[in-house]
């Protein structure tokens, strides 16, 4: 009994994954770029078709920034660590310093994150389409279908 409950939930999972794959474009034409600057690296930027990114640390940072059909930059300053995704048309701008810790993720036709962080803690700014999320050390905003919190200041917003 529990060989066929396992053979069917295989089967129902498996049946899933292909209407999934089915229904939902591919983005296979799509060639993603990345941009990593380790401590004391040089800046890096890159494009390729609709795919760009650029990434620049100092000595004692990190940062990374991707694009997938979008455009994905991070800086990263005075010990910090920034990441960038900007995805199917999404622009995300990641800006640490001071310890800081931001994240941006932005996916869709103009999708904007913006995430500017100062200070020791995470933070995080996710966009959706047509949306605009801003999180800096002052406050967030979010304009349409996002979040935003930070670890640091305790603000954020739900869009």
């Known amino acids: 009994m529990f060989h066929t409950k396992r053979i069917v939930g295989g089967a129902a999972a498996f049946g899933f994954a292909c209407a999934f794959a089915a229904l939902v474009p591919g983005t296979a034409s799509a060639a993603p770029v990345a ?3 380790a401590p004391g690296g040089a800046d890096v930027a890159a494009l ?3 795919s760009q990114c650029d990434s620049s640390a100092d000595v004692a940072s990190a940062a990374a920034g991707l694009g997938l059909e979008g455009w994905g930059s991070a800086e990263a300053m005075n010990n910090a660590a920034a990441l960038a995704l900007g995805l199917n048309g ?3 701008v990641s800006n640490g310093s001071f310890g800081g810790a931001p994240a941006a993720i932005a996916f869709g036709p103009g999708a904007v994150a913006q995430n500017t962080a100062a200070g020791l803690g995470l ?3 996710v966009a959706a389409p047509g949306s605009t999320i801003t999180l800096t050390p002052t406050g967030a905003v979010c304009d349409g279908a996002g979040i ?3 670890f640091t200041t305790l603000q954020g917003c739900i869009g």
């Open 35 to 37: 941009c990593t600057t």
């Open 123 to 125: 933070s995080i700014a």
């Open 90 to 92: 999404g622009t995300a």
């Open 148 to 150: 935003a919190g930070s």
């Open 48 to 50: 390729v078709g609709g």
